[in-house]
């Protein structure tokens, strides 16, 4: 990864946190992109913490409020060392994106000027989609390790929330999460595997609306007054699943943490369940098709005998360290 580029001394890289102000899965996204950006491009990293998260998760949507101490910690958290200090002087470009012609032109600039030059990136999807090999920089700087057991943990991140209201193309039925968690737990019994099925989701406690006005929504996505109802997430479907562990509307960072250390993740189609990926660099990552590029080792589920085949050799893997 990277390697052919030289170190440029006065060009840095940071997160432009203006222009987003959505959930945390997408802000850290974005974050964590730009740090892998910078180690790929040998420049300097400056950190810049989010500004605002206005969806806080379902349980905040319900109450149509915000924590007001929730950004805070997530920067405490997510905080990521800087390797040099913005000087009082200097150039600074702003763009909500950019490609890696761009950026290049930025150090070759940066390499003819005595000035220190900072590049403010909203977000890096065009170079980090193209080249997600990159991400793997960002094992570097995960915040979260996970501990040895002999009980193999399988989480499965069933993204549900605004999704209901905001991008219902996005979600992926139930079945499809059960299905694949069984084709694993089939495979987890051949080698004699001890194993955990925990579900991260998010239920509503009642039936309530919500309009472009509430809190934590995107006014651009919703027109009207829409309702979430518990019925919707149907969740009874996963009882079929055996040693289920069930963790509901649970604090956001704790969610991503079990996420990121569980020993295989299956993914949705959601920031959240990609940044859970990226941080998670020993686990087994099933990846659902995304918009954004999946990271080579990551198994792309396609219900396949291929599929079937990647699993059972990273199971074996995992049980030849006992």
């Known amino acids: 990864m990277g390697g052919e580029f030289s170190r440029v001394n006065n060009l840095a890289l940071t997160y432009a946190s203006e222009f987003f102000s959505d959930g ?5 996204q974005c974050i964590y992109g730009i740090y892998a950006l910078s180690r790929f ?9 989010i500004g605002k998260i206005n969806y806080q998760g379902l349980a905040a949507l319900e109450k149509n409020e915000l924590d ?72 570097k700087v995960a915040p979260f390790q996970a501990s040895q057991s002999r009980v193999f943990r399988m989480a499965l991140h069933v993204r549900r929330g605004d999704f209901f209201v905001v991008d219902p193309e996005r979600i992926s039925p139930n079945a499809y999460y059960i299905d694949t968690a069984l084709n694993i737990i089939r495979i987890l019994k ?37 309702t979430i109802t518990s019925e919707m997430c149907q969740l ?30 299956i993914m949705s189609r959601s920031s959240f369940s990609y940044v859970a990926g ?20 990551w198994i792309t589920n396609d219900q396949g005998e291929f599929f079937e085949e990647e699993i059972n050799e990273c199971c074996e893997r995992w049980a030849q360290q006992w």
């Open 24 to 28: 945390l899965g997408s802000q850290l």
């Open 41 to 49: 491009l040998d420049v300097a990293y400056i950190h810049s913490p």
């Open 68 to 139: 007001p101490a929730f950004v805070s910690r997530c920067n405490e958290v997510f905080h990521i060392a800087s390797d040099v200090e913005f000087p009082k002087t200097g150039v600074v470009c702003t763009a909500m994106s950019t490609d890696l012609d761009f950026l290049c032109a930025a150090r070759d600039k940066a390499k003819k000027s005595d000035e220190f030059h900072l590049v403010r990136l909203g977000h890096p999807y065009p170079m980090t989609d193209k080249n997600p090999q990159m991400m793997r920089y960002v094992e």
């Open 190 to 226: 051949k080698h004699k595997i001890p194993f955990l099925c925990e579900l991260y989701t998010e239920l509503p406690s009642k039936t309530f609306t919500i309009t472009e006005e509430h809190c934590g929504i995107d006014h651009e996505k919703i027109i009207g007054t829409r």
């Open 236 to 265: 009874e479907d996963f009882e079929v699943l055996p040693k289920l562990q069930k963790f509901i509307n649970g604090d956001p960072i704790e969610a991503l943490q079990s996420l990121a250390t569980a020993d295989l993740l």
């Open 278 to 297: 990226v941080l998670n660099h020993k686990g087994i990552i099933v990846s659902h098709p995304l918009w954004h590029t999946a990271l080579p080792h």
